[in-house]
């Protein structure tokens, strides 16, 4: 009974906790309870250490409808310290539950935090990850779907199933010891495979009745590879990508990115047996494969047949699927207008703000930088820092606007911006590698993508009808990629490489988004039971 009225207690708090964070109470809440500890896992044969979220590897599926509450409550239980980031999830006005570094203090062992996020405007597959060090190497990932409201028409009938698929590169290394490679200043080695739902070969089924369509939804959760995606005998229609409902193209195979996540349909359509599903890396000197089963429910025959191939490193066949990726026009998204009726491509941007990656050595390490500076934490989240004025943090500017030519430098970057600006940022590449780049709290527009150097006659061949709006993009080997971009969102956000020992070591920035406002309607108040540490240790964050 004693536990049982504790609950209950526990239950009101953080319930009336969400009501005073700003979430808006007309709209259904869902509380979760996550136990993070760890546990052994066997993903490549091998035994390993994993992160796991309720006894689970991958985690638990996160199921929410546009707008609504999730309040999630974190135990950690490991020996370090612990914070989840949302990838894709914009928390409209509220950037203190982005779960990075920059934003959030780490849960530490033997602590809890209860995040209280908001489906706000939102639709289509995203995932949610550990943040810290190199966690993401030992799971500690799960997918998330958010499905629109009853009263919103969705382009397409509904399938008789939907499955998530989490796929990517992965380690038999422990991630401490990954970090400690990081740290000494080399690069991670070659992944040791590849998984589809925290499973190795052909050790994930997915059960389908002949003659039924099913929803495929797709992230690459790895480290540092591209993936490319197919189905032995079976075309994918493309649905969503990242909550925008595109055009429905039909593929035999999909390049996915670090980062990215993709919707397919599928139709059992073919003769009743098993089939293989397949990743394979893309644009690496060795060819990494692993699959998983495709099962039709009345099968009496296994896979069978040569694996299906796909694209290894061909950088044309790429570009060209990504360019094909458009935008339903006539389709709602999280709301009934359609996507449409916003017409991004006639809006005039207020600046141009280019983004070039780099490796340089600094100090005699192995860095990655952007415009020359190279990220390096500082001992107080920025977000903590710039909410209570605390000096010496950051400097605001001290992420340029445009490419520093010299050698590169240690700097905890920020990047100063106003709210509603409408920005154009151009992303260029010049190393060999393909690089995947994530802005938190944001949709944006790609416009463009193309070989070579970026220019202002670039903008000839922009889209300005009917491109995808994303929060993940790739861009190629010696290219460029450009994007537009309106600040509707208040905070501090993390725009960062997808390849997680480029992020480690120092290819991010925050974009501060700012407002002289203090108003509830531009940005949530800071909640009440933020973490505190750094040299915001000891202050207060609201009385109610």
């Not at 979760?32 to 091998?46: A, E, S």
């Not at 959760?221 to 229609?237: D, E, P, Y």
């Not at 590698?433 to 949709?443: A, E, F, L, P, R």
């Amino acid at each position: 009974m004693g536990d049982c009225t504790c609950w209950v207690l526990r239950s009101l708090i953080i319930c009336v906790l969400f009501l005073l964070q700003g979430a808006n109470g007309d709209n259904p809440y869902r509380f979760l309870t996550w136990k993070v500890t760890y546990g052994d896992i066997y993903p490549l044969g091998v035994k390993q250490q994993g992160i796991l979220i309720n006894g689970q590897f991958p985690g638990p599926q996160i199921d929410a409808v546009t707008n609504d509450n999730l309040i999630i409550s974190v135990y950690n239980y490991l020996k370090e310290p612990f914070l989840i980031s949302w990838n894709g999830i914009q928390q409209r006005r509220n950037s203190w539950q982005d779960g990075v570094y920059g934003t959030n203090c780490p849960i530490l062992p033997g602590r809890n935090f209860t995040y209280i996020l908001q489906m706000k405007d939102q639709i289509g597959s995203y995932f949610y990850f550990p943040s810290v060090g190199l966690q993401k190497a030992a799971g500690g990932f799960g997918g998330i779907r958010i499905w629109s409201r009853p009263s919103i028409p969705v382009p397409f009938p509904p399938p008789a199933g939907d499955f998530t698929v989490l796929a990517g590169d992965w380690f038999k290394t422990d991630h401490n010891r990954l970090r400690l490679i990081l740290d000494v200043g080399h690069n991670l080695p070659f992944p040791d495979g590849l998984l589809i739902n925290g499973r190795g070969w052909n050790g994930y089924t997915f059960t389908v009745d002949p003659g039924k369509t099913y929803r495929f939804r797709i992230s690459n959760v790895g480290l540092m590879t591209s993936i490319n995606f197919r189905i032995q005998g079976h075309m994918m229609k493309l649905v969503e990508v990242e909550g925008s409902h595109t055009l429905q193209n039909t593929y035999d195979a999909l390049d996915i990115h670090l980062g990215q996540s993709y919707s397919v349909l599928v139709t059992a359509n073919q003769q009743p047996q098993d089939y293989y599903v397949v990743v394979s890396s893309r644009f690496t000197t060795r060819v990494l494969t692993t699959t998983a089963v495709l099962h039709y429910s009345n099968s009496l025959r296994g896979v069978s047949g040569p694996i299906p191939g796909g694209p290894t490193t061909q950088i044309a066949w790429s570009m060209n699927q990504a360019r094909s990726i458009r935008w339903n026009l006539t389709a709602s998204g999280p709301r009934p207008n359609p996507q449409g009726s916003y017409h991004y491509g006639m809006i005039k941007t207020s600046r141009t703000i280019m983004v070039v990656n780099s490796a340089p050595i600094i100090n005699g390490k192995q860095r990655y930088a952007v415009n020359g500076a190279s990220f390096v934490p500082a001992d107080t989240p920025l977000k903590l820092a710039d909410h209570f004025k605390i000096p010496g943090v950051f400097n605001l500017g001290s992420m340029p606007t445009s490419p520093n030519w010299g050698s590169g430098y240690l700097q905890t970057s920020v990047m100063s911006t106003n709210f509603r600006e409408y920005i154009e940022i151009v992303f260029q590449n010049w190393e060999n590698t393909v690089q995947s780049w994530h802005i938190d709290g944001y949709s944006f527009f790609v416009m463009g993508m193309d070989g070579g150097q970026w220019t202002p006659a670039s903008r000839l061949r922009y889209n300005l009808r009917d491109t995808v709006a994303r929060c993940t993009i790739q861009v190629y080997p010696r290219s460029w990629t450009a994007i537009y971009m309106a600040l509707d969102n208040v905070g501090m956000w993390n725009i960062r490489s997808e390849d997680w020992a480029r992020q480690y070591l120092g290819q991010q920035f925050y974009m501060r988004v700012y407002t002289s406002s203090n108003s509830y309607r531009d940005e949530l108040p800071i909640p009440k039971n933020a973490l505190l540490c750094g040299r915001a240790r000891g202050r207060r964050t609201r009385p109610f």
